[in-house]
């Protein structure tokens, strides 16, 4: 049986809130909270923070809805990480939880719940945090780090 670790991953996770990147499957019911708007995404993974100049080692590929129509600014997300670079070719994350969006640097923790490739039978957590934005290209760019157990 091969011996369990640990692994520290570290990208930035370039998301365009547009075609063709981002398509709403559902519509917005509360304009204050953004309560029943679901989106599906295909963004782009990198080691560095600038999606135009730094090396893609993957896909991020999923959704996220937003399930609360009280004051508070939450969504959920269910998303595949799929490397396409170096060691974890071939490889993906699971992972999943709810964010809570702030643009002053405050992190959200996501649970890492499976993996395929070098991440069978992986388990973790990820720190999510807003790295910069461009809103004349409807871009959130955000910093994870993905702290995984996998054998």
């Not at 029943?36 to 080691?47: E, K, P, R, S």
């Not at 939450?74 to 396409?84: C, K, N, P, Q």
């Not at 070098?118 to 720190?127: S, T």
Request: net charge neutral; no cysteine.
């Amino acid at each position: 049986m091969k011996k369990e670790k640990l692994t520290h991953l570290h990208f930035y996770w370039s998301n365009f809130q547009r075609a063709p990147t981002a398509v709403s499957v559902a519509p917005i019911l509360n304009n204050a909270t953004f309560y029943g708007a679901v989106t599906i995404n295909d963004d782009t993974l990198t080691l560095g923070p600038d999606p135009d100049n730094s090396t893609s080692v993957g896909k991020a590929r999923g959704l996220y809805h937003f399930p609360s129509n009280t004051t508070s600014f939450v969504y959920e997300m269910i998303y595949s990480f799929a490397f396409t670079y170096g060691d974890y070719n071939g490889s993906s994350l699971s992972l999943l939880g709810s964010v809570f969006p702030s643009l002053s640097g405050t992190a959200s923790e996501l649970t890492v719940a499976g993996g395929t490739g070098v991440f069978r039978f992986a388990r973790g957590y990820a720190v999510l945090k807003f790295a910069s934005g461009d809103p004349k290209r409807s871009l959130l760019v955000n910093e994870l780090d993905v702290y995984v157990s996998h054998y």
